[in-house]
């Protein structure tokens, strides 16, 4: 009979463990200094690099000198990333260094639903400007908001509410 840990074991890590910077097919979530919002989005990339992608649109917004009339139409137009808009029009500061991997996924229409879940699980402290890639039904609204509760209170409340069946 095998010992269950060797000494081997207890002192060989075959595998180094990987930094959340390098994590790829992930969904992330991005949060506000200034606020409660968050942003979830979801890439196949590196989210280090995707991280950086977020920090230049937001420094190269705050570099461009603006006269009365550039500011006026800046105003209007959209950013790639809403984390830009956010930081931009709010002057709000991004907490990059809190930035984090939330779940990770190889098949992407599953990382879609799982971005699209955790977006409508943050409801009004979202910063996205849609929900996700995937659409959800309305009925995960529901479900969602259920689950938020502690214990599921709500659902507990509503069935407590509903008659019983009689028994024949």
């Known amino acids: 009979m095998k010992p269950f840990q060797t000494l081997r074991s207890l002192l060989l890590h075959q595998k180094d463990k990987r930094r959340h910077q390098d994590a790829c097919e992930c969904v992330y979530k991005i949060p506000c200094k200034n606020c409660n919002k968050t942003y979830i989005r979801e890439t196949g990339r590196a989210f ?3 991280l950086q992608e977020h920090q230049q649109e937001v420094t190269q ?8 009339s550039t500011s006026k139409s800046a105003a209007t137009e959209q950013n790639k990333s809403a984390v830009a808009d956010h930081a931009i029009f709010l002057n709000h500061v ?4 809190c930035a984090k991997v939330i779940d990770r996924e190889r098949n992407r229409m599953d990382r879609w639903i799982k971005e699209a879940i955790d977006i409508r699980k943050e409801q009004d402290k979202s910063m996205n400007r849609d929900e996700g890639s995937y659409q959800l039904p309305h009925t995960y609204g529901y479900l969602l908001s259920a689950a938020a509760t502690p214990g599921g209170q ?3 409340r509503r069935q ?3 008659p019983k069946r009689q028994q024949q």
């Open 48 to 50: 280090r690099v995707r």
């Open 61 to 68: 917004h705050d570099v461009i000198a603006y006269t009365r």
């Open 154 to 156: 709500s659902i507990r």
């Open 94 to 97: 991004i907490d990059w260094d």
């Open 160 to 162: 407590q509410r509903l």
